[in-house]
């Protein structure tokens, strides 16, 4: 089927409306009509080449929220007129151990979203910057926040699940001090969702004006990085610190806020290499420097329901398709609060 998407022929070319093929629903298949599709740091990576490999025509777009519209015959988890949604993975190998286990985030064969190979045309995967996506059932989502939230909801698919993850991994709960560094469209997910789980969150920013910013989305203390005194008050004092800045930065200044034994988690991913981190301040308290990547589809599914218990959505701004490349250009300068989301129906205009 022919549906209207936006995306890219070329690295160096801005997006535009592109006439796309998807695929009818197989048995195991779900074929969602997608209502809105959140804006994240990596589409623009991806689409602009600045991450290696990708593929053209290029249709960025994997915090995916819709309908259902047909469902194959072999499926049971979702019917026609189900609030659902996509995340960052349409496929893996489904029978490796980190499948097994429900982490098909770190499945060698993870077929993502948008520009892996596939066997639809154009021979790579086309993503949620389209009116339709047909995905197989495994990979889909249940959405219980109430439907007026929806655009809301969309960033929860990356934004959310890459900060939920590594939270729940490194146990952060009550009696823990947990720090986010980043006020962006991560960094408001982390803090959101770390506060709901009952941590004391430190937000780090190097934007004074954030500082009420942070406090209205639920930290409990906000750092100024750049000032060298608010950071040396908190030393050795983390257990955990979250750090989701997407632009290469010296990560010792927050390595030696760490308890022993505490962990700094990369989840910002630059499109170039951090300065290479001093080993003392690793070795000398037992300090843990960590990566995470999204999170596994159970684990995707425990997190929109944990949002939607605790009435947890992304701040968004909304927009129609063809402001993407502004969108883009905002994106760059940090000019958001805090998500983009597109408005899907949009892409008919």
Request: proline residues 5%; glycine residues 10%; aromatic residues 6%.
């Given at each position: 089927?022919?549906?209207?998407?936006?995306?890219?022929?070329?690295?160096?070319?801005?997006?535009?409306?592109?006439?796309?093929?998807?695929?009818?629903?197989?048995?195991?298949?779900?074929?969602?009509?997608?209502?809105?599709?959140?804006?994240?740091?990596?589409?623009?990576?991806?689409?602009?080449?600045?991450?290696?490999?990708?593929?053209?025509?290029?249709?960025?777009?994997?915090?995916?929220?819709?309908?259902?519209?047909?469902?194959?015959?072999?499926?049971?988890?979702?019917?026609?007129?189900?609030?659902?949604?996509?995340?960052?993975?349409?496929?893996?190998?489904?029978?490796?151990?980190?499948?097994?286990?429900?982490?098909?985030?770190?499945?060698?064969?993870?077929?993502?979203?948008?520009?892996?190979?596939?066997?639809?045309?154009?021979?790579?995967?086309?993503?949620g910057y389209s009116q339709q996506?047909?995905?197989?059932?495994?990979?889909?989502?249940?959405?219980?926040h109430p439907e007026a939230?929806?655009?809301?909801?969309?960033?929860?698919?990356?934004?959310?699940?890459?900060?939920?993850?590594?939270?729940?991994?490194?146990?952060?709960?009550?009696?823990?001090?947990?720090?986010?560094?980043?006020?962006?469209?991560?960094?408001?997910?982390?803090?959101?969702?770390?506060?709901?789980?009952?941590?004391?969150?430190?937000?780090?920013?190097?934007?004074?004006?954030?500082?009420?910013?942070?406090?209205?989305?639920?930290?409990?203390?906000?750092?100024?990085?750049?000032?060298?005194?608010?950071?040396?008050?908190?030393?050795?004092?983390?257990?955990?610190?979250?750090?989701?800045?997407?632009?290469?930065?010296?990560?010792?200044?927050?390595?030696?806020?760490?308890?022993?034994?505490?962990?700094?988690?990369?989840?910002?991913?630059?499109?170039?290499?951090?300065?290479?981190?001093?080993?003392?301040?690793?070795?000398?308290?037992?300090?843990?420097?960590?990566?995470?990547?999204?999170?596994?589809?159970?684990?995707?599914?425990?997190?929109?329901?944990?949002?939607?218990?605790?009435?947890?959505?992304?701040?968004?701004?909304?927009?129609?398709?063809?402001?993407?490349?502004?969108?883009?250009?905002?994106?760059?300068?940090?000019?958001?609060?805090?998500?983009?989301?597109?408005?899907?129906?949009?892409?008919?205009?």
């Amino acid at each position: 089927m022919k549906v209207k998407a936006y995306g890219a022929h070329a690295g160096d070319l801005p997006l535009e409306s592109l006439d796309i093929t998807r695929r009818a629903p197989g048995a195991h298949d779900v074929q969602i009509d997608i209502a809105y599709c959140g804006v994240c740091h990596s589409d623009l990576h991806q689409v602009r080449s600045e991450w290696a490999g990708t593929l053209y025509p290029c249709v960025p777009g994997h915090e995916i929220v819709g309908r259902v519209t047909a469902a194959g015959a072999h499926v049971s988890n979702f019917k026609v007129g189900d609030l659902v949604g996509v995340g960052c993975i349409v496929d893996s190998c489904q029978h490796c151990d980190d499948c097994a286990e429900g982490l098909e985030n770190y499945c060698d064969n993870m077929i993502g979203t948008y520009n892996f190979p596939t066997a639809d045309a154009p021979g790579h995967t086309l993503g949620g910057y389209s009116q339709q996506i047909v995905v197989h059932e495994r990979y889909v989502l249940h959405v219980r926040h109430p439907e007026a939230q929806l655009a809301a909801v969309a960033p929860l698919l990356c934004a959310g699940i890459t900060t939920y993850s590594p939270l729940r991994h490194w146990n952060v709960g009550p009696g823990k001090k947990v720090g986010v560094v980043g006020i962006g469209g991560l960094g408001h997910m982390g803090i959101k969702i770390a506060h709901a789980m009952g941590a004391h969150v430190v937000a780090f920013t190097t934007s004074e004006s954030k500082r009420e910013d942070a406090r209205a989305l639920g930290a409990d203390e906000v750092v100024v990085s750049r000032n060298a005194e608010e950071m040396q008050a908190h030393a050795n004092s983390f257990d955990m610190i979250l750090n989701t800045v997407a632009a290469p930065h010296s990560l010792d200044e927050f390595l030696s806020l760490l308890k022993r034994d505490g962990a700094l988690t990369l989840v910002g991913a630059p499109a170039t290499p951090h300065p290479s981190p001093e080993v003392f301040n690793l070795i000398t308290k037992r300090r843990t420097l960590a990566g995470s990547m999204i999170g596994g589809i159970p684990e995707t599914q425990e997190m929109l329901d944990f949002c939607a218990e605790h009435g947890i959505v992304a701040d968004i701004e909304l927009i129609s398709a063809n402001q993407i490349n502004d969108a883009y250009e905002r994106m760059l300068k940090s000019d958001v609060k805090y998500r983009f989301v597109i408005d899907n129906a949009t892409l008919a205009a």
